[in-house]
Nanobody, 120 residues
Framework: QVQLVESGGGLVQPGGSLRLSCAASGSIFSIRAMGWYRQDPGKQRELVAAITSGGSTDYADSVKGRFTISRDNTKNTVYLQMNSLKPEDTAVYYC??????????????WGQGTQVTVSS
């Protein structure tokens, strides 16, 4: 059993900042890639940022220079620091972790989603 818990979403004014967290717990042997996705109603879920087990990162063009993804392997947690937020960043944000369990199986696990709303 693996559980993911997201936190940190909310309402922020344009130009503001938020920090999202996604913590995994349970029968975890190792975590490979970690990523953040977002989805607007009626649109496809899109990749926002990703980080490999080695620390290499990748970002959507729309967030480069404003968002930073990081991970704490000791806490099985991935973060997304979002600065200079824009109204078009409004969406539900989901984390996705590639986890190998103690039982030797590997799966992609999704968080429950957290709403980010950027509005004045």
């Amino acid at each position: 059993q693996v559980q993911l818990v997201e936190s940190g979403g909310g309402l922020v004014q344009p130009g503001g900042s938020l920090r999202l967290s996604c913590a995994a717990s349970g029968s975890i042997f190792s975590i490979r890639a970690m990523g953040w996705y977002r989805q607007d109603p009626g649109k496809q879920r899109e990749l926002v940022a990703a980080i490999t087990s080695g620390g290499s990162t990748d970002y959507a063009d729309s967030v480069k220079g404003r968002f930073t993804i990081s991970r704490d392997n000791t806490k099985n947690t991935v973060y997304l620091q979002m600065n200079s937020l824009k109204p078009e960043d409004t969406a539900v944000y989901y984390c996705k972790l590639g986890i190998r369990t103690m039982f030797g199986m590997s799966y992609d696990y999704w968080g429950q989603g957290t709403q980010v709303t950027v509005s004045s």
